[in-house]
């Protein structure tokens, strides 16, 4: 490791991604959390700012989303 000078560029990229990669692992834990306390109050499944029902594709493609397809990039102040 790193005997190459060019190695350290890729070591410091692959840094970089493990700490990315640990972000959006606890986000995504979040998220999941918040989903199972959704399922615990019935509201799992809806979407958090319209309140329709989110269709079982994008359920089943991210189960810890918790807005429809309309609105999937609002940013949700829970
Ligand atoms: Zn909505």
Do not use: F, K
């Not at 958090?48 to 102040?77: F, M, N, Q």
Request: net charge negative.
């Amino acid at each position: 490791m790193g005997q190459h000078p060019g190695d350290y560029g890729t070591e410091v990229a692959n840094t970089m991604e493990a700490e990315l990669l640990v972000d959006t692992v606890a986000v995504q834990r979040r998220r999941i959390e918040a989903a199972l306390a959704r399922l615990d109050e019935g509201t799992y499944g809806t979407c958090s700012v319209c309140g329709t029902e989110i269709d079982d594709e994008r359920l089943e493609a991210r189960p810890e989303v918790d807005t429809c397809r309309e609105h999937a990039d609002t940013p949700v102040t829970a």
